[in-house]
């Protein structure tokens, strides 16, 4: 079997994450290769599947990136699916999400050439301090946090002449927890969490990436937390147990935790704290393409 891992031709060298992973596949006897996705010479239909994973540089071409699932999808097993590239690309499925009941980080959804009054929204909501970022976007690009006072919203009103042109985004309450209690990230395989880490950023900080010098750690969540997470995979799904999902959750004030982003198209699985993890995955995925070329034999 040969299996397509896909990935950008921008992926930093310190990234090293999957290699438990390939590693997985190669004792499996599968053959791997690991295409750029917007790689023109590539035939994705040489590949028994496509597993979607460090395609990282989607977010400002996702239309793009949209339109190559649809064509490998066309041509061979894309995991997960290409519906849900679509879907789960632009963070509107958090409404999706909350209209069945997973608990999500209340949000304001701002418009592209919209021009909407923030203080009048902070005030309403009374927020005293708040959260922007992209519908469409990564690594925390394009995000600021900004307190209800004149020269907060000031700074918001500036942030979004910038993008609302171009952009539609999301302005949200700030969870202070971010910065001490960090963010958490359940992995799921085959509809089955495998393990759960807490990413804490730098003091001060709120962004909770590699890329800004935060750490990650594996944790044990409680049983209540593991089952909200578990709720939002299965609605994420629609009926369809998908290959791989990352919930990502912050701390509420209340002290639950709400999702701020379900992860299913290319996350860091973070293998590097639980490498078995990398084993059910390169298993599960060979018995998904097994499954599929069976049901359409």
């Avoid at 010479?41 to 979607?52: E, G, N, P, Q, V």
């Avoid at 202070?176 to 807490?198: C, L, P």
Wanted: glycine share 6%; aromatic share 8%; hydrophobic share 40%.
């Amino acid at each position: 079997m040969k299996i397509a891992l896909a990935t950008c031709t921008t992926l930093p060298d310190w990234e090293v994450d999957d290699r438990p992973l390939e590693a997985a596949f190669r004792a499996a006897g599968v053959e791997i290769a690991t295409p750029a996705w917007d790689d023109a010479t590539i035939d994705w239909s040489i590949f028994d599947a496509c597993l979607i994973r460090t395609t990282w540089d989607y977010s400002q071409r996702r239309d793009e990136f949209v339109g190559w699932a649809d064509r490998v999808s066309e041509r061979t097993i894309l995991l997960n699916p290409a519906r849900i590239v679509r879907w789960n690309t632009n963070k509107r499925y958090l409404r999706d999400l909350e209209s069945q009941g997973v608990p999500t980080i209340p949000t304001v959804w701002l418009e592209k050439g919209s021009h909407p009054d923030v203080g009048q929204i902070l005030a309403e909501r009374q927020w005293q301090r708040a959260f922007l970022k992209p519908v469409v976007g990564a690594s925390s690009s394009g995000t600021m946090r900004f307190d209800a006072g004149a020269e907060g919203i000031q700074r918001a009103r500036a942030h979004l002449a910038e993008l609302l042109p171009t952009h539609e985004m999301m302005l949200q309450p700030y969870y202070a927890s971010v910065e001490k209690e960090g963010e958490y990230s359940v992995i799921f395989i085959d509809g089955q969490s495998t393990h759960a880490v807490r990413k804490v950023p730098v003091a001060g900080d709120y962004r909770v990436q590699d890329d800004y010098g935060a750490h990650d750690e594996p944790i044990q969540l409680s049983e209540r937390d593991l089952r909200v997470a578990a709720e939002a995979v299965v609605r994420a799904g629609a009926g369809e147990r998908l290959l791989y999902a990352r919930a990502d959750f912050l701390r509420a004030p209340d002290g639950t935790l709400r999702m701020n982003e379900l992860e299913v198209v290319e996350p860091s699985l973070f293998f590097r704290h639980r490498p078995e993890a990398a084993e059910t995955l390169a298993h599960a995925t060979l018995d998904r393409v097994k499954s599929l070329r069976e049901s359409t034999a």
